[in-house]
């Protein structure tokens, strides 16, 4: 598994995650604090709110803690595991709350240099996001929002359709089209993925 | 437009369109049911979804990380606590979390205490099980405050250490007040007090703090005007566990009157 830059002066997330499903507190511990800006950053990207993105980080990290013993690394990185927890609690919380998510072009033009990281951590950020950027930049507007929504805001085809104003089967071919594009950009970029 | 690398079944022609609404997880319904059985049964198919997958996660990595306020650490260290089963493994997980907040800020304390006072006076501070027979205290100052540290006594023993950090400004002014302390007194295990008195008499309860078989360290902010401490006391549910006196010529001013250093025994 590649290791980031966080990650290269301290244990592994796998090792971590090993020792919290150990009930190692310290483990736990070093794990919250390698991942609670980038959970907190995605929820608050999302709901644009700084509370409810805060209790949406911290259910994430809990729920994290408390199923470290069932992570499967066959079944992707760890860092896309405590993200893709956060994202789902996230879609969770803007349906039960019927919040008004953050503009969706808001959302992918987020700086790549942030706004309270650490200088580490978001140089860290930086390198994974600079080619990812330039792969969404490969696509139309249309279909980027059509990406976002579908996959930050989990809006099916039919709930873009009508968000967007379009035909269903257009919001079909946006989300298809605008996904197999940035699955080949990452390829030709030779992404590790 | 050729879409996707599936297989040439007219299964895979049927349900490759959906892999993408699958990968993204947004696919409803019996179409989803549908698309999955066939995912499962067909490798090319299944690969084909996996990479898409990939390209789809791919855009967690594009949102920048932001610290969280001030607090999520402690906020959060609740909420794991609250949230375990048994009551044994709750405590010790709680407590232990408390105990990295609390070591941190008694190396923050310490550090302040080590510039003020110098090696030698903030080694005592630092080191556990070496305390010495006798009270001690010592005073000086660091970044605009002044430092006071003084033994806590249990039984004529020596058992820890309390230090007051005063500025005699407001906390709206960014300089606050403080009081640390760090403590090995017994094996019990348990929520102690501790309870300050100001050179005018005054008493004031300053909250509560987990022992850890005996083991215990814990900073609070003080109000403006209460670093006049006079003394500390620990509270067990028994009665006083360790208590601190200070000399009325350390912590009295609030103002700083001048350069203090060095360390002193009563």
Known sequence: ?193 | MTDYATGSSPECARYGSELAELALGIATGRERAEALAHVEQCPICQAEMERLSLAADSMLEVIPGIEPPLGFEVRLAERLGTGRGARRHRRAGLSEWRWGQRRLSLVLASLLALVALGAGAGAGWLMRGRSPAVARSSFGTVAGGRVVTQSLMSKGRAVGSVAVYSTGRTQASGQANWLFMSLDVGSWTGQASCEITLFDGHKILLGTFWLDHGYGAWGVGLAPGAANVASALVLGPKGVLASAEFPSSTTRATTIPGYYSGAGGN
Do not use: C
């Not at chain 1, 995605?42 to 993105?53: H, I, K, P, Q, R």
């Not at chain 1, 792969?135 to 009508?162: C, D, N, W």
């Open chain 1, 1 to 193: 598994m590649k290791r980031t830059r966080e990650q290269a002066s301290g244990p592994s997330d796998e090792s971590l995650l090993a020792g919290m499903a150990h009930g190692d507190e310290r483990a736990g511990l070093v794990f919250v604090r390698r991942y609670q800006a980038r959970v907190f950053g995605l929820a608050f990207g999302m709901v644009g709110d700084a509370s409810l993105a805060e209790d949406i980080a911290q259910e994430a990290l809990v729920r994290a803690w408390r199923h470290a013993p069932v992570y499967d690394p066959r079944r992707g990185a760890v860092s896309t595991w405590v993200l893709t927890i956060a994202r789902n609690l996230t879609i969770d919380a803007l349906r039960m709350r019927r919040a008004v998510p953050t503009d969706p072009d808001d959302l992918i033009n987020l700086g790549l240099v942030s706004n309270g990281a650490s200088p580490e951590a978001a140089a860290v950020s930086a390198d994974a996001a600079r080619g990812l950027h330039a792969a969404l930049g490969g696509l139309s507007l249309e279909q980027r929002r059509a990406l976002v929504l579908a996959y930050f805001y989990g809006m099916t085809a039919l709930e873009i359709s009508s968000s967007e104003s379009i035909p269903l089967g257009t919001a079909k071919t946006r989300i298809r089209a605008g996904l197999n594009k940035l699955r080949e950009i990452m390829a030709s970029q030779g992404s590790p993925r």
